[in-house]
T-cell receptor, first 114, second 109 residues
Framework: NAGVTQTPKFQVLKTGQSMTLQCAQDMNHNSMYWYRQDPGMGLRLIYYSASEGTTDKGEVPNGYNVSRLNKREFSLRLESAAPSQTSVYFC?????????????FGPGTRLLVL | GENVEQHPSTLSVQEGDSAVIKCTYSDSASNYFPWYKQELGKGPQLIIDIRSNVGEKKDQRIAVTLNKTAKHFSLHITETQPEDSAVYFCAASQSKLIFGQGTTLQVKP
């Protein structure tokens, strides 16, 4: 099992450019999440998908959109990137047999917006 | 909404000593409290968790305690080793995880 995979690992954007961060999990989990991590602020939830076909806003959804493409894949899109979106982005999934709440994280995408 | 405060933000201990990280939460409905370890350049990894019907849980050198009345929980690492050096996050959840700000633990050989 690869667990949770994310692409790309690193990205540099100019202000106003768009991009999509990809996430996939092979653990047959129902729920998937996107977080951003900034120094001194822990991880903050951007969007989540409790099951295939549903998405909901988290703490900091402004400037982002998501798509739950199928049970395995959950993408995060920045339509017009801003310097304030410079961060490390983590995808996670949960819903394993007997441990529904445990979230498993991907390796992260480091994004720099100039 | 839920708020989780974590202290200290940095912690330096000598190899073999114990380390304690504390968190407080605001939502009394929270019922699941995981701890994550994040090594440099990697994603957070669950190391231990506790549910609100349990006061203490231990797994080898790590233990977590929960005081529901006071709304705080703690991570205890005994006999620390250099490979314990990392950033540790607590979290609290009733439906969604809310994370603390993180503690950078340095274990000096």
């Amino acid at each position: 099992n690869a667990g949770v995979t994310q692409t790309p690992k690193f990205q540099v954007l100019k202000t106003g450019q768009s991009m999509t961060l990809q996430c996939a999990q092979d653990m047959n989990h129902n729920s998937m999440y996107w977080y951003r991590q900034d120094p001194g602020m822990g991880l903050r939830l951007i969007y989540y998908s409790a099951s295939e076909g549903t998405t909901d806003k988290g703490e900091v959804p402004n400037g982002y959109n998501v798509s739950r493409l199928n049970k395995r894949e959950f993408s995060l899109r920045l339509e017009s990137a801003a310097p304030s979106q410079t961060s490390v982005y983590f995808c996670a999934s949960s819903g394993g047999q007997g441990r529904r709440e445990t979230q498993y994280f991907g390796p992260g995408t480091r994004l720099l917006v100039l | 909404g839920e708020n989780v405060e974590q202290h200290p933000s940095t912690l330096s201990v000598q190899e073999g000593d114990s380390a304690v990280i504390k968190c407080t939460y605001s939502d009394s409905a929270s019922n699941y409290f995981p701890w994550y370890k994040q090594e440099l350049g990697k994603g957070p990894q669950l190391i231990i968790d506790i549910r609100s019907n349990v006061g203490e849980k231990k797994d080898q050198r790590i233990a977590v305690t929960l005081n529901k009345t006071a709304k705080h929980f703690s991570l205890h690492i005994t006999e620390t080793q250099p490979e314990d050096s990392a950033v540790y996050f607590c979290a609290a959840s009733q439906s969604k995880l809310i994370f603390g700000q993180g503690t950078t633990l340095q274990v000096k050989p």
